[in-house]
């Protein structure tokens, strides 16, 4: 089932006299319960994309629909807040507190619906993610790059959302974590039946997709 709709999607940026366009009448549909990741040689305008799909820029000419619905009509930060998550290669938590309070954090702010206390809920979430109660309970400086992107997933799903965008995730890891980070993301879509979209600039990655994109010359095209 379709979650995520980009329709007739153009941008471009000012550059100097001239505005080039970086995005061109770009459709696709995203569904849910499947892993897409998205390649494209460097400033091709992969992250621009992530933004206008992800709420956090509005596109100059089209529509991004979530289940149906036109994103500009549910309002951008209402749409970020409380229909996705992102993440980052800098992985965007507060270092001073601890993955748990991290994860208790975003609850409160993005989730009405969980009652209080969120505590036990965040840590059996971490958990899931192999963030033992002993680590949860570290603050977020102490735990390796791995560990932190976990958290970050989890942070991330702490709000129960169904549509997950991941801007290279696992660009500072080693191979081994990389990998299980993807592992981790494929499974939400696989297990929970989300949506996932990984930009990569990894064929590896890119491999564990359910479906390979590229954005070239402004527009997504599936790699067979
Ligand atoms: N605010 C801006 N003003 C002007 N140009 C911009 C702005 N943001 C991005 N660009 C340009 O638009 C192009 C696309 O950028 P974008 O970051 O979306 O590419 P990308 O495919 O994600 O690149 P990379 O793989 O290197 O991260 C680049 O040439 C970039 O320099």
Redesign the pocket.
Known sequence: MSILRLENISYG???GNNK?M?LNNLDYTFERGKFYSIL??????????L?IAGGLEKAQEGNVYFEGKNVNDIGLGKYRRNNLSFVFQQFNLIPYLTAVENVVNVMEITNNQVPKPHYTTALNLLDQFGIVKTKAERSIYKLSGGEQQRVAIARGLATNVDLIMA??PTGNLDTATEQEIIKILRMLAKEYNKCVIV?T?SDSIAGLSDIQLK?VEGKLTERM
């Open positions: 940026y000012i550059d080039r970086i494209g040689p460097s400033g091709s305008g992969k992250t621009t994309l933004a801007d290279e930009v600039h954005l």
